[in-house]
Structures are given as structure tokens and as C-alpha cells.
């Protein structure tokens, strides 16, 4: 993409009322336009990044088995009031609506029901089980505070995976493939070495849950952690756990802030009970499906590598989520040369699959790498009379500050 056509612009402040690093950083740099408290949209870069961050779910989610799917944001009461969730005094974050024909209409905040219906339409003998199914897609929820940029909006996307198992070994077996596929996708988010699988309460049916901390002082989340030992805890289970079951004492553990990347939960068969979705054993009887569910917040994700990876130059992207590989700048193009020399690198890149994106704009060297810096591509490519002289290119690491020349030959292969 060439930047003189990107309709975006990087700015120079953040708008005085958002407080959060990542949203500052990332409206500044031109990834995000904030509506409202708690509501932004995603611009061209933005968007990039946040399908990046989804296709890298999507890979590890297909790789156990996911099956992907698109459940509609817009949810029928009647299928909530069978396990009691339509009501307001137990899910506190509902947005509904009035029909124009009459009747209500909920936005989603959560899919458990929906998915359990539609198994249920399918769903006949122990031959079609286990199975697991996911989406990407809007969440809506009328949280009470928004203060942490694009990690706590009133509209997010969610990817949320159900788990549909026979007996009690299956479900393990694929909650914990799920848990190692979490940890997989954080750590190609680049947060991987921060972010911790915590002991969190479990409601009814397990003792435990789990949640993924990533560890960061703009987190709202408290933890316990022994970063030796690899174990964390959330606060409700520092109060209530023997901790002796984790093999940590409390003096071993250290309080940090936290952000909850992600998390995953047994259900039991609170939703198959109250949806009928029962499958029929190899004996001829009829029992209800065990259920579970995986939630990972893309958007959240995405704020906190800025979080984690930004510098007080701008943001730091990891390879496999920044918007383009590399930003190709080219400086001094009053110089025909120059411009001509880096238009054709422009399309010999972009030939070979290289997403690039071409700074050929009109502006001074000094702006040009301060917005490189603020946009935070990994690798930057310049092109000048004076590289052109020397023959060689210069090259750029965002994330070490290290220049080297290199020849065109040895940067295209
Ligand atoms: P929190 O305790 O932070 O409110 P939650 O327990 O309500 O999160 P879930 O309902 O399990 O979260 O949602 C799954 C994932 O969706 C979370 O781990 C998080 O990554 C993301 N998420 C939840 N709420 C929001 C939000 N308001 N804005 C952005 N992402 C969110
Ligand atoms: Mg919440």
C-alpha cells in the first residue's frame, strides 16, 4: 500500500479524555477512531493487525479440531429464559431492544445458549461427539466502566469456542489441548513470556477454571505469582484455595496487575440440561452432552501487545501481527532517481507477496521516521541518494534500533 494514499494520518496528540496507553498509541498512529466511552472503530491498519491476530486464532483453533461457524449478535429472549439469563437481575450487562412488530430483542454478550441449540438440531448418537465449534464475532455488553482503550469496550470481538464431549476424560483431554493452544497463540502474539494460565474459581462443576493473565501495569486484574514455579492464582483463589495444591506457599507468590487475555471453563451440563441436548451412549441411554467454553478477546489481545511492546517512540509490532512486514521509505524523492529507484523495489516487493507499505509521501526525513516509529512496522527499508550511491540499502529493526546495509539481491531472497 502506498502511504500517500492511506486516508488515515498520524497525529501528534491523543485525544485529552483517553487515558489508556494502547489506545492513545494506536489512535495517534491512525489504527483505531474512538466513537464514544467504550466504543472504537478499526481503520485500515487496524484492521490489518486485528485479522492478523484473528487468523492466527483461527489456525489454532482449526488445528484442534474447531469447526468455525457464525452465530448471529442478535439473540431470541425466549432461548435465554430457559436457563434464566434473560433476566436482568442475573446478567447485569444486557443490551436489548424493542421490536417494531412488537416483542424484545437482546444483543450478545455471551453464546452458550445459541450454540447449545443448534447442536441440538444435530446432535443424535455418541457417533457424532465429541465436537467443537467457534466464532468470531461482536460482543455486546453494557460494562460499567471503559477505561482501558480497545480492552474494555462496550462492543468487542470475541472468539469463543464450545466444547460438546461425552464423559468427563473427553472434556479434559480437549480442555487441556485448548489451554496449550492458548498459550501457542499468545505466544505468537509476542505477550507469550508474560501472560500466565491462572487458577481461577470454576463455579459448579470444577473446582477450577482458568483464565490467561498476561502481566502489564496498565491490567485491571489482580494476580499471584511464582514466576519460577510457572504458577499464578487470581485473588478470589489466593482467599479461598489451599495453595499447597498449586506446591507454592503465599510468601512465594508476588501481587502484579494483570489483563485477562483469555479464558476457558468447564460447564458442565448446565446448558445441555436446560436446552434438552442430549445424545443417546453406546448402551442405548440417553445422557446430557458435557459442555465447555473458550473465550479469547482478539481486540483486548491486540491492546495489550501495545501495552507490552511500545516504546516512547511508538508502537513495536511482532511480525505475525504488524500491519505490513516492512515500511519501505523513500527520502529525498524531489531526486527522480531516488523516487524511481524505490518505486520499482516497491513492486518488486510486492511481486514476491511482501506486504509492504511505500512512505512515498511529500514530507521531510524527520517526519517520515517519526511516523515509522509511531506505526511500529518491524522491519524499515530506506531508500536515499545516498543509499543509491553506495549501492547497498539500509535496513531498519524497529525493536533493536539496529541498522544494516544490505544489497537488493539479499533482501529480496
Ligand atoms: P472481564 O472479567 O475482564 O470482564 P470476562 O470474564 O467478562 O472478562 P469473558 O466473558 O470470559 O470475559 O470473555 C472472554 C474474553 O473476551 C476475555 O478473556 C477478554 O479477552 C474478552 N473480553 C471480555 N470482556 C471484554 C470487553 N468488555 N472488551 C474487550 N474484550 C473483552
Ligand atoms: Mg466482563
Redesign the pocket.
Known sequence: MRQSQLFTKTRKEAPKDEVSKNAQLLIRAGYIHKEMAGVYSYLPLGLRVINNINTIIREEMNAIGGQEVFMSALQDPELWKTTDRWNDDVVDVWFKSKLKAGGEIGFAW?HEEMITRIVSQYLRSYKDLPLFTYHIQNKF?N?MRAKSGI???RE?L?KDLYSFSRTEEEHEKFYNECAEAYMRIFNRLGIGDKTYKTFASGGAFTKFSHEFQTLADAG?DIVYVNEEKNIAVNEEVLEEADLSEFGVTRDELEKQKSI????IFSLGTKFSEALGLNYVNEEGEEKPVIMGSY???P??SMGTVVELLSDEKGIVWPEEVAPFKIHLVEIGGDDEKVRAYADDLYKKLTTANTEVLYDDRDARAGEKFADSDLIGIPTRIVISKKTLESGMIERVNRKTGMVDMVSEKDLLS
Open positions: 455471551t455488553r460494562e480492552m474494555r469496550t468487542f470475541m485491571e485477562e487475555v483469555g479464558n473465550g479469547i478477546g481486540a483486548r
